[in-house]
C-alpha cells in the first residue's frame, strides 16, 4: 500500500513552511511557526505507538516524511529529526521488547519537545563514551556535569535526551543515559552563528548538575546495549533522509529555473540544452539511487532483521553516501541555475550553505569509512 505522506505534511503546511524559511535564515532565527504547526498537525508523535496517543508510523514512513520536510525547509527539518530521534528510539527499543522510554512516547504525545544531547568537542568515541560527568545521588537519579554541543532545539526543548560517564566505581565505570528538565543548572549559550542549517538554533548546552528526571539505560563502559543501536539507526537514517530530502528541493528548482531561463544563442530554453541536461540527468541518478537505499534499510530496523556485525556499516554508510549524493547535486543544480544562485537571494545559495552540515554529522566520512573497512576486512592490527 502506497504510503500518503500528504495527509500528516498536506501541501499547504509544506508551503507555509517554504516560504517562512528564507526570513528565519537570514534572521538566525528558531523557527517557532514551523514548530507550533507542526505540533499542532500532530507531527511530533508520528513515531508514538496508536495506544500512546501517536500515529502509530513506521521508521520508513518517517523518513519519507522527513525528505518531504527538508524539501520547505531543511533547517526545520533538521531540527525536528533531533526531536523524532528520541521517539524513533523508544519505537525501536519498544519493539525489541524494551519498554524503559515509555515515558518518551507518552510525553511526546502530551506536547514534550525531546531534544539531542549527546555530542561533545573531541569525543569521536560518541555514543561509546563521555566527557560528561554523570553523578549518582541519593534517591537514585543522576546529575550530570559537562558541556554538549550541537543541540539543535535549544530555545525550545522541555526535555533533553544525553549520556555521561559514571566513574563512581573506577573499576566498573557505566554510560548513563538519561533525560533532564530545563532547569538553572541548564545554560544554553546564544552561540549559533553558523554558515548553514541556522534554523536549527543547536547551541552549546552547559550541565551544572543537571539532575536526570528519567533514567533510561545504565550500560557498562564497552558494552554493547540495545539504546546505542536504537539512538544510532535512528540518528543516521533520519539525517540521511533530511539531506535526500535537500537534493530533491535542489533538483526541483533546477527544472524550474532552466525551464525559465532562455538562451540567446538558439532562442531555445535551457531545458534543452545538452549540457544543462546532461547535469540534471546526473542529478536525477544520483538521488534516485538513495531512495531504495534508505527505504530498505529502515524497513530492516522495522521488521528486526539481523544483519549482526554488519549494521553498524549499513546504518553509517546510508548516511554518509545521502550526503555526499545531496551536496553533488546541489553543486549541480548551482551550475545549472547559473549565477543568479550565487546571490543571497537564491534558494539554491540556502541549500548550498545547509547541505555542507551533512558532513559534520556521526558518522562523519572517516569514521563512516573505518566502520566499513572492519565490515569487510575486521580490526585492523594492533
Known sequence: MTFDAEAFLPDDLIARIRERAPRIDAENRFPDEDLAELKAAGY?????????GGAGLSLEQAAVLQQRLATAAPATALAINMHLVWTGVAKIMLDRGFDELAFVQEGAANGEVFAFGISEAGNDLVLGGSDTVATPTADGAYSFTGIKIFTSLAPVWTQLGLHGL???????????????????????????????????QSRTTELHGAVSRHVA??????QPDPIMFGIFAAFEILLASVYTGIARRAIDVSVETVGKRRSKKTGKTYANDADIRWRIAEMGLAYDALL????????????QVDHGGLWFAKLSGVKHRAVVMAKQVVDEAMLTAGGSSYFSRSELQRLYRDVLAGMFHPSDPESAHATMATAWLGAPEE
Open 44 to 52: 511530533l508523535k508520528i513515531l508514538v505507538p496508536t495506544d500512546r
Open 217 to 222: 539505560r545504565v550500560v557498562p563502559l564497552g
Open 292 to 303: 531504495p537505499q534508505i527505504a530498505m534499510i529502515a524497513r530492516d530496523v522495522d521488521e
Open 166 to 200: 559514571d566513574t563512581t566505581d573506577p573499576e566498573n565505570p557505566r554510560l548513563v543515559y538519561a533525560f533532564i528538565d530545563r532547569t538553572d543548572a541548564v545554560v544554553t549559550r546564544d552561540d549559533w552563528d553558523t554558515m548553514g542549517m541556522r534554523g536549527t
